[in-house]
């Protein structure tokens, strides 16, 4: 009978082996842990000691070590023991103080707590700026960042509107021209005081702080998702007026035979009565709008991504005149490569996956504490 590659046998669900993973791939990941991570899969390819050692490059005595470990362990034995040293001079209390001052409302007159604001809290323990940090660093307490969210609750409304647009791009009608258009507005033309230094070997290009604003542009823009080209048009004003004209000149430029789908998010321009009265009166044309607070649906923002990127982030303009043109410029060259987007996501799929998931975790509650401990846990 073959004798087994060590008598700590290592056994990994997918869960606990997943973990593994990704602190192997995590590039923040300490090199110790990480060392120690793929010991325990090696072990669970069921690699005997001395190859695994060979592997990482470390001693047989390591891998017997930290494979004992984590085969009496699991996960939390891959962590070190608490090593001898001096006493904590700010024990459980001072801790639960600077949770409590971090996790709360800052004074009045500012925003977010620092650590010498929390350090100045609590002044009569004698803790200092720096120890504070330290303390929320090891209980990861960031309370200087912040991070956004929408608060949008679970709508089926949201999913359908969502998976019509969807529908559209992954299954266009035979016979229709399907155009997603949108503005971007506010675009600054400004240029800086000095030019911009170009690149040296081992040195970034570098620009002068200051600048000078001449205004700004506003523009609409149609993207057509079969070839991926685009038509731009410089507007004065967001207002149905602009944006009836901007469609009746799409009207004209498309032949008469064919169907037009547009694709627009709810701007007041776009959902206004004398919009909606002209849309009406040319049959041809349909709309899908985007749903609330998914205007990223909308493909003609990932052009406007493309434009960001390769001309306003960087660019110099003089003028008004200098930007839009500008703008035309590179609207031109890009449609002459131009190419379909490859639209992959499918918001119907992803409402079912959705709900899927909440069926899951609400046949779990509804199992009662009884059930779920009878359920074997995860490795």
């Not at 602190?23 to 060392?35: D, F, G, K, N, T």
């Not at 001693?59 to 006493?87: E, H, I």
């Not at 409304?157 to 503005?183: H, K, M, N, S």
Request: net charge positive; charged share 25%.
């Amino acid at each position: 009978m073959a004798r087994a590659a060590s008598r700590d046998i290592v056994t990994l669900g997918s869960r606990r082996k997943a973990r593994l993973e990704a602190i192997v791939r995590r590039p923040s990941s300490p090199q110790a842990l990480v060392r120690r991570a793929r010991i325990a899969l090696l072990a669970h390819a069921n690699w005997p000691n001395a190859r695994i050692a060979a592997e990482l490059g470390c001693t047989l005595g390591t891998v017997r070590t930290w494979r004992r470990r984590f085969a009496r362990g699991g996960m939390p034995a891959l962590c070190d023991r608490p090593r001898s040293g001096r006493p904590e001079q700010y024990g459980p209390d001072i801790r639960l103080q600077i949770v409590a001052a971090a996790t709360s409302v800052p004074p009045e007159g500012v925003t977010a707590w620092t650590h010498a604001l929390i350090a100045g809290q609590l002044a009569g323990t004698g803790i200092s700026v720096s120890q504070v940090g330290r303390i929320l660093a090891d209980l990861e307490l960031r309370p200087d960042r912040v991070r956004g969210w929408l608060n949008r609750r679970d709508d089926g409304q949201f999913w359908a509107q969502a998976a019509a647009v969807c529908d559209i791009y992954l299954r266009p009608p035979p016979g229709t021209v399907v155009i997603c258009i949108d503005e971007k507005t506010g675009i600054q033309a400004k240029y800086r005081k000095y030019p911009e230094r170009p690149p040296r070997r081992g040195q970034l290009a570098r620009r002068e702080f200051e600048y000078v604003r001449n205004g700004t542009v506003s523009i609409v823009a149609a993207l057509q998702i079969a070839t991926g080209q685009v038509i731009t048009e410089p507007i004065t004003r967001n207002d149905s007026v602009t944006f009836t004209s901007f469609l009746h000149r799409l009207d004209q430029c498309i032949a008469p035979h064919l169907s037009i789908h547009i694709v627009m998010d709810n701007g007041s321009s776009h959902t206004s009565r004398a919009t909606r009265a002209w849309i009406a009166a040319h049959p041809r044309i349909s709309v899908t709008y985007t749903p609330k607070h998914a205007s990223w649906l909308d493909m003609a923002e990932l052009w406007f991504s493309v434009l960001t990127r390769a001309l306003l982030r960087r660019g110099e303009f003089t003028s008004r005149a200098d930007l839009a043109d500008k703008i035309t410029s590179f609207a031109i060259r890009y449609n002459r490569t131009a190419k379909p987007w490859t639209w992959a996501y499918d918001a119907g799929a992803d409402h079912a996956r959705h709900l899927a998931r909440h069926a899951r975790h609400d046949d779990s509650m509804a199992a009662g504490p009884a059930t779920a401990s009878a359920l074997p846990t995860a490795a």
